[in-house]
């Protein structure tokens, strides 16, 4: 009788030990930039079903003063356990264009720590100022604390990670992707977290990339712009180049998208306001490290194509050059590296002594030295003629939109302290193909 009962009090306890954990306490929180001024997305994730709110009022007002509410998706991650998490979206409208903001979001269920941010400007007097970089991920993030650090203190009003997180999200059943979202959290929920995606989110299609950013447009993320003081931001996969079986027709749907999006910024009155375009995306169309990627062994199908498909995949450069793109941010090889104003291998510089006031081709800068586990790449021995400085230090690039005229870029060196080891102030009078001549 005694034994029958020991068995049965401790089956309860080993099925109620088997129940899983409730989890509807808000997590992973992030911020973007929908591309609607006085607008900003908040997203985070639970486990468990729960309402999507944020609650929150301006600085130094009442707190808690509004309320909005958005939605979840349920996200099914691809692996074994098809772990279910929910990605709550809330859209936040008629902010006040530089006014900070403090809030919280969650439910009655639980509300996540209190958070802050600036609305954004599309005007902008002083120039905004951005943090950039790429390959990050949960193990080695060696740039983060210090990006964490600046973030908090105000000197950035946005980040770009310019592709490759986590290393890889989808891993571990995707907590992988959830550590790297509560690692990045706290840079993420405090300045728009702007991204575009890269080869380590390649897993069930990009699914992790997909669900769990709120990028501006209907591509999950995939491409879009979006304007912040005198600049246009183009945002782009070069994943369709490299990831056919998802569709070819990505690679051609994102090309034509680009060739619009890119006459409209032409424009004369919408260049005007906005004279600076500059993209971003994962894999550079130039690089000069002794890896396997295809900018140094192999021509560039971003650069150029690709003419293995039927129809024949048209590159970026031509297009690029043609309407007048002023600065290309690339990641991927996990090095820094800034070149000489360069079109077709052939180097345009603005003058021998000034090279980028009125460079007459587009510049390229490669970020992707954040840190993960991947260590550093390597460099080949001597740098190609459009190379103009190279550092295999962790370290990632502060970039300023100063005016229509000048935008400065500097790169900061984590492994000395922060040191700023590169800088250059492009200067253009001119923008738009015309520039070139
Ligand atoms: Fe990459």
Known sequence: MATTLLLVLFGSVSLALSVPPIHTQPEQVHISYPGVEGSMVITWTTLS???????????????????????????????REKRKMYIHRVILTQLVPGTAYLYHCGSDSGWSDLFYFTALRETWTDGPRFALFGDMGNENPQSLARLQKETQAGIYDIILHIGDFAYDMHEDDGKIGDEFMRQVESIAAYVPYMTCPGNHEEAYNFSHYRNRFSMPGDTESLWYSWNVGPAHIISFSTEVYFYLGYGLELLFKQYSWLKNDLEEANRPENRAVRPWIITMAHRP??????????????????????????????????????????????????????????????????????????????VHIITGSAGCREKHDGFIPKPREWSAFRSTDYGYTRMQVINSTHLYLEQVSDDQYGKVIDSIMLVKERHGPEAWN
């Open 49 to 79: 079903v729960t309402e999507s709110i944020v609650e929150y009022g301006q600085w130094g007002r009442k707190m808690f003063q509004f309320t909005a509410k958005g939605n979840s998706t349920l996200f099914v991650d691809g692996g």
């Open 285 to 362: 169309m130039y690089c000069s490290n002794d890896d396997k990627d295809d900018c140094t062994k192999f021509e560039s199908y971003v650069r150029l194509g690709r003419n293995d498909t039927t129809p024949v995949a048209p590159g970026l450069e031509d297009l690029f050059y043609r309407y007048g793109v002023d600065l290309e941010l690339w990641a991927h090889e996990h090095t820094y590296e800034r070149l000489w104003p360069v079109y077709g291998f052939k180097v345009f510089n603005g003058s021998t002594e000034e090279p980028y006031v009125n460079p007459k081709a587009p």
